[in-house]
């Protein structure tokens, strides 16, 4: 009988061999295909339970990953989160937003450049732990920025971006109304649902980031653009004499264009540094038409205005100025209206680019990308040039401008004393009704940088609903205060 | 078979029982460390209870190794080692399970590995020489059919995961089935050690091969028609595979003839069609083996997700594991039982997976080479037959599971959770070990004269 159990033997050898060769086809050759199924859910729950990298300003925390008790190991946490939420985003199982989603791959410890650290720990036995982000906020900026929009009212919309104008450093970035990040990420995900549902649900829509999320008309702000482009053009300089009056009517048209200020637009020609001063709409809608919409729309577009630009953060609003624009709306955009629209960042980078020199800077929001536990830099944040926008004279003749506008015109709340400050308001009207019949008040706006000749910081600060009676919102007296805090918050580091 | 040449000519085994023990310590450290590492793994700390467990999966060792070194002095000294780490590796694992379950299925397996090893224990004691199985070749014969009915009387059987095979007395649930595996190779062993000259020699020649004369055709086509029977009524694909295989295994090498494997192989693949026509539950497992991403996931009826789940499992294992306690086994459905094996390739990764696979090969080649070496007929039926029974069911399952072959429900042999499976694979080791004390032990020497059974034999006194 041993024949035939020698051959019994070798036929089981061959099923046990068989099942040898399977497992090594699942675990090793297959496995990469079936770990990168979309609908594997043991490794999504895998990626949700690593310890995630933490984002950091400055030396201090403001998301991270603390253990838990219960089956993912680890809760993300955000500090002080409605100052930052709108930069962090919130992460929760499958879904993640705001930075979390942008530097996902690094945060989780999956990206490239992380490979070695990965190798390390498995050798070391550790579970592998994601990288850390540093941003380019300035924690003193950013809370300034947010310290000053929130003293204007429980239910103010708003948004303040502050930029490094040589860096493109983004320095500050709030919006309000803001919401919690914490019960977004909680692991209870019916309750962090709910909470999603009903935040979406608000008219205020506090998960907007309206710093970056939100077109508008800039309103007078807008000048700035205007101005850059008829100096650009080589006909105009700051001391010019441009028409102006109390009333303009549009080309082609018979509507008519008044002043927001009681006096200094109403003789028949003044410069353009004091149209600049007292925000004169009756010389700028004619000097858009005198540029010409050809003109207006190439120094839009060299500022940024229908491009995508932002990378740190997902879904960026493209802001508009339409080619062709007929004479009449062009001379609308002259002053900030009509069919030009604008995020806070956009008009943020307005601003920086005439504070450097007409180069507008590429906004960035990441510093560095870190290693997980010695916080040395992986990967640090790229400084790059987005355009040439103006030349460096029309730059510095726009800055003389706007720096007698903030120490005798509309712009006087952003003066701080001791500083050469660069300034411009805007007060837009929406041109939109409320369901009841009237009008939606005007959105105030208020650009600016310091110091003047060697600036350091640019901001926007838009406020897209007060809580006050229409004839009280203005960008000098509202945006102004709050540009200036943040402005002091990064000139005086200390104080 | 011819008996060696003569005493002096005859290869003495050694008893190592000392290498035994040996191995024993190895396979309580895989246990012990396994179930250590379970706690630190899963709760960052060594399990409170690790003494008291380790006693007593050391208790019940050194009660089976004693027992052997009593009474089967000469056993194999590897299978009870491999079995001891195969055992304790599953109690860790389900015990890991029940950690992320909440439940407390290792404690019950630790009951019923202490009955086992019992009945192991009892085994040996009262089976001093397996030749005395062929005494209850019709008796357990009877008693295998009996209980694989047992399922189908009305109050005792029980309908679990579309399969009758269970039955249940107050809260005790059984799978008969796993001992009537024992019962059957009893049978067919002591069957065929009577009828296999008749079935051997009988016969016609056509190209090449002995085929069997038609009236020796009673027996395969009677085991064919139970292993239907068991498909057809209780729906249990694996047990029907399995009792079929072994009877066909074990006819082979009772009658050295592979024309009977050619017969039994055209009656499977003819009984396995048919059956794929007429029933709906075999025909289903089928289909969700050759397609089964299309029973996956939201907006499918998900019947595949065990075996997708496992898969995953297994890939996000990769080479050498998630480790013990770190891994997500319990997304695999019934993952304690039938998909032990998923949870341990993911685990412990391809490395575990494949020293799992080697320990079971191990098992089957030791009683494999236990049956080579018996010198009586009924020893290498028994051995062969329970050798293949394990390596059948090894194949059935982990095949199933793994996505090798469709899946059908079958406990993977001492590390599935369940108790029937348990004891009946434990008894199994034990009669194995048996088979292989008595073909290891050196023959009576009848050579010399003068020993004392002679001596007291020939002087009698008045």
């Known amino acids: ?172 970035m709030v919006s309000l109304p803001s919401f919690d990040p914490n019960k977004l990420a909680d692991h209870d995900f019916k309750k962090a649902s709910a909470y999603a549902t009903r935040m979406s649900k608000l008219p205020s829509n506090p998960l907007l980031n309206r710093a970056v999320q939100t077109t508008l008309p800039p309103g007078s702000t807008f000048k700035v653009v205007t101005a850059s482009a008829a100096i650009q053009s080589g006909k105009y300089t700051s001391t010019s004499q441009v028409p102006a009056g109390p009333a303009y009517t549009l080309p082609q048209s018979h509507s008519v264009v008044h002043n927001d200020v009681l006096s200094g637009c109403d003789s028949s020609k003044i410069s353009l540094t004091q149209a600049m001063q007292f925000s004169c709409n009756t010389a700028f809608a004619p000097l858009a038409v005198q540029v010409g ?173 007060v809580d006050q009676p229409t004839d009280e919102i203005h960008g000098g007296t509202l945006g102004g205060p709050i540009a200036k805090a943040v402005m002091e918050a990064v000139l005086n580091p200390h104080g | 078979m011819a008996q060696p040449a003569g005493p002096i000519m005859q290869f003495v085994h050694r008893r190592r029982r000392g290498a035994e023990l040996f191995l024993l310590v190895l396979a309580l450290a895989v246990g012990v460390g396994a179930y250590a590492a379970v706690g630190l793994g899963v709760k960052g700390e060594v399990p409170a209870d690790i003494v008291s467990y380790g006693g007593w999966l050391a ?175 209780q729906h249990d694909l694996g047990s029907s595979l399995l009792f079929f295989g072994l009877f066909l295994i074990m006819l082979y090498v009772a009658t050295e003839r592979a024309g009977w494997l050619l017969v039994g192989a055209s009656l499977f693949v003819a009984g396995s069609y048919a059956v794929y026509l007429l029933i709906p539950h075999v025909r289903e497992r089928f289909v969700l083996w050759s397609d089964v991403w299309a029973h996956y996931g939201a907006g499918t009826d998900d019947k595949g997700r065990q075996t997708v789940e496992t898969m995953f499992g297994m890939a996000y294992g990769g080479l050498i594991g998630r480790g013990l306690g770190q891994g997500s086994p319990w997304r695999i459905p019934f993952a304690e039982s039938d998909f032990i094996f998923g949870a341990i390739g993911e685990e412990l990764g391809l490395t575990g997976a494949i020293a799992v696979i080697l320990l079971y090969g191990l098992i089957v080649e030791r009683a494999f080479r236990a049956a080579l070496i018996s010198r009586d007929d009924i020893g290498k039926l028994l051995a062969t037959g329970l050798g293949g029974a394990v390596a059948l069911q090894v194949f059935v399952v982990v095949g199933g599971v793994t996505h090798l072959i469709p899946l059908t429900g079958l406990t993977t042999p001492f590390l599935s959770y369940g108790g029937s499976s348990l004891v009946a694979n434990w008894v199994i080791v034990a009669i194995l070990l048996r088979i292989s004390d008595s073909a290891r032990r050196p023959p009576p020497d009848l050579s010399l004269p003068g020993t004392s059974d002679m001596d007291e034999t020939q002087v009698v006194k008045m």
């Open chain 1, 1 to 172: 009988m041993n024949k035939p159990i020698r051959t019994v033997s070798i036929f089981c050898l061959l099923l046990f061999l068989a099942l040898a060769l399977n497992a090594t086809y699942l675990q090793y050759y297959h496995a990469n295909a079936l770990n990168d199924r979309a609908d594997n859910g043991r490794v999504a729950t895998a990626t949700f339970s690593r310890e995630r990298g933490a984002i950091m300003v400055g030396r201090t925390a403001i998301a991270e990953s603390v253990p838990s008790k219960d089956q993912y190991k680890f809760q993300r946490v955000y500090h002080e989160p409605f100052m930052y939420a709108p930069l962090t985003g919130w992460y929760t199982f499958g879904n993640e937003t705001g930075l979390e989603r942008t530097e996902n791959r690094f945060l989780s410890g999956e990206d490239d450049s992380l490979f070695v650290n990965r190798l390390v720990d498995l050798v070391n036995g550790n579970a592998t732990k994601g990288g850390n982000v540093r941003l380019t906020i300035d924690p003193a900026a950013q809370k300034a920025a947010y310290d000053g929009l929130r003293a204007l009212g429980s239910d103010v919309q708003g948004a303040v971006v502050a930029l490094e104008p040589s860096t493109g450093k983004i320095l500050a």
């Open chain 1, 293 to 465: 919409a050809d003109g207006m729309h190439q120094q839009a577009e060299a500022f940024g205005f229908n491009q995508h630009y932002l990378d740190d953060l997902p879904t960026q609003a493209v802001s508009r100025y339409p080619a062709g624009l007929d004479p009449p709306g062009t001379a609308l955009t002259g002053f900030g209206q009509g069919s030009v629209t604008a995020t806070p960042l956009q008009m943020a980078m307005v601003t920086a680019g005439i504070a450097n020199h007409g180069v507008v800077m590429k906004p960035y929001l990441v510093d560095a990308e870190q290693s997980p536990t010695s916080f040395e830099t992986v990967r640090p944040g790229t400084s790059e040039q987005l355009s040439q926008a103006t030349s460096s004279s029309t730059a510095s003749e726009v800055t003389k401008m706007m720096v007698a506008t903030v120490q005798s015109g509309t712009a006087t709340p952003a003066a701080i004393p001791g500083v050469q400050v660069a300034g411009k308001t805007g007060t837009a009207q929406s041109g939109l009704k409320n369901p009841d019949g009237s009008e939606v008040p005007p959105y105030a706006w208020f650009v600016g940088f310091a110091p003047a000749q060697a600036p350091k910081v640019a901001v926007c600060v838009m406020l897209q609903h």
């Open chain 2, 59 to 233: 208790a019940l060792i050194i009660a089976a190794h004693i027992t052997v070194r009593m009474v089967a002095p000469y056993a194999d000294p590897v299978l009870l080692p491999i079995v001891a780490a195969l055992n304790g590796l599953g109690l860790a694992e389900i015990h890991r399970l029940d950690l992320a379950l909440d439940h407390h299925f290792a404690r019950q397996q630790l009951t019923w590995m202490t009955l086992g090893v019992a009945l192991f224990v009892a085994t040996l004691l009262i089976l001093r020489d397996h030749r005395t199985l062929q005494r209850f070749t019709y008796t357990s014969g009877l008693a295998a059919i009996v209980l694989l009915l047992l399922p189908m009387a009305p109050g005792l059987g029980k309908t679990v995961n579309g399969a009758r095979i269970w039955i249940h007395a107050g809260s005790l649930s059984f799978q008969p089935g796993e001992v009537a595996k024992v019962l059957l190779v009893v049978t067919f062993a002591g069957y065929l050690v009577l009828h296999r000259d008749a079935l051997a020699l009988a016969g016609r020649r056509v190209a090449m091969i002995d085929l069997p004369r038609g009236r020796d055709l009673g027996p395969i086509l009677a085991m064919w028609v139970v292993s239907l029977g068991i498909l057809v009524f």
